[in-house]
């Protein structure tokens, strides 16, 4: 995952909107007391809220007026790892949930039809490209946090316990799930006991298409989460062995994360904080300040990988994101200011020469 852009406004300095664009390599220069430390405690504060960490936020002391809610909106590209993760992670939540959407069914034969072609269920990945928090100091629940998911080009908002959100105020809710064995049953797929009906690959398939026709007439489309009991349970050998259930679990552990009980939320939430604590964002654990809810153990050969890549590195005794950065404008600001060919300012003016 990388940050591409970021959206302050009444957080801490940031007292009116602030757009900042980031591109693969960003400095920030500027006086003390111009935003970057804060701008550094705009990602770590979404990061903690992700992993579920909001409680522990004073909100109030946040916001630049308190009399207002700030915001921070980060706009995001995933990794093609990523997105084939949040694929699978689709697949086995299916997976799991549809013991609760079909009275009645062949659990092996449905096993070895998942294994064989579940992930095309799913696709083309969806994608996130936006996450914003809006804080409102003093509140019962204390900020809203709304993901922009993509998906085969359309862009759609999801809401933690509300889900996918349709173009009705009020009306009828549905699970995925339930939308995607619903649309098997129309293609003559069947795993019925005595009766499976298996048709090969539904490559006509187009879950896209038909999570935006049921938008528009639903409130909304719950996601579904990975169910322990049954993807670990008897009849979904075929699941466990599949590969693409293999990538995923090895996805999820590298990030210190366990396969069960999974939700979207969490998803992000290790997506998010393992890409912003190492130098190397495309691995790594999350910030030893970001607490996860599941852990696992982290093999010795991964810890050996890892300590090699970074020994060449002058190590703090904390490395956190605001320690790497502050350590990159240090060594920035060692060369020649005026000599630098380009600058990258946040907000509002400063002086020609950084303090």
Not at 129 to 151: M, R, T, V
Not at 179 to 187: D, G
Not at 215 to 229: D, G
Not at 320 to 348: D, P, W
């Amino acid at each position: 995952m990388k940050i591409t852009k970021i959206c302050l406004e009444n957080f801490l300095s940031y007292g009116q909107r602030c757009d900042i664009n980031l591109q693969d390599i960003s400095f920030l220069v500027g006086p003390n007391g111009s935003g970057k430390t804060n701008l550094l405690k705009a990602i770590i504060t979404m990061g903690k809220v992700l992993a579920g960490q909001g409680k522990d936020i004073d909100l109030g002391a946040y916001s630049y007026d308190q009399s207002k809610p700030f915001s921070i909106e980060l706009e995001i590209r995933l990794s093609d790892q990523e997105k084939q993760a949040l694929c699978y992670w689709l697949t086995a939540s299916y997976a799991g949930e549809n013991a609760f959407t079909t009275s009645s069914f062949d659990i092996t034969q449905f096993s070895k039809f998942l294994a064989q072609y579940g992930p095309t269920l799913f696709s083309p990945c969806p994608g996130i490209s936006k996450i914003s928090l809006h804080g409102a100091p003093y509140n019962q629940y204390p900020f809203d946090l709304i993901y922009q998911l993509e998906w085969n080009g359309n862009a759609y908002n999801y809401i933690p316990m509300r889900g996918l959100i349709g173009t009705l105020t009020s009306g009828p809710l549905v699970g995925l799930s339930t939308l995607v064995a619903n649309q098997l049953v129309q293609y003559g797929y069947s795993f019925s006991p005595g009766n499976v009906k298996i048709s090969g690959s539904p490559t006509s398939f187009n879950l896209p298409q038909l999570i935006s026709n049921t938008l528009s007439s639903h409130q909304a489309i719950i996601l579904p989460v990975i169910n322990q009991q049954f993807i670990m349970g008897p009849g979904y050998e075929n699941v466990r062995a599949a590969h693409w259930f293999i990538y995923l679990v090895k996805f999820l552990q590298e990030r210190g994360w366990g396969i069960f009980n999974t939700r979207f939320e969490d998803m992000v939430a290790v997506i998010f904080n393992s890409s912003i604590i190492h130098l190397d964002q495309w691995r790594g654990l999350p910030p030893t300040d970001i607490e996860l809810r599941q852990t696992t153990d982290v093999t010795p050969q991964y810890m050996g990988e890892l300590a090699g890549a970074l020994s060449p590195l002058p190590l703090p005794r904390k490395l956190t994101a605001e320690v790497v950065m502050h350590t990159i404008f240090e060594l920035y600001t060692s060369e020649s200011y005026e000599t630098s060919k380009s600058k990258v300012r946040l907000c509002g003016d400063y002086p020609s020469s950084p303090t």
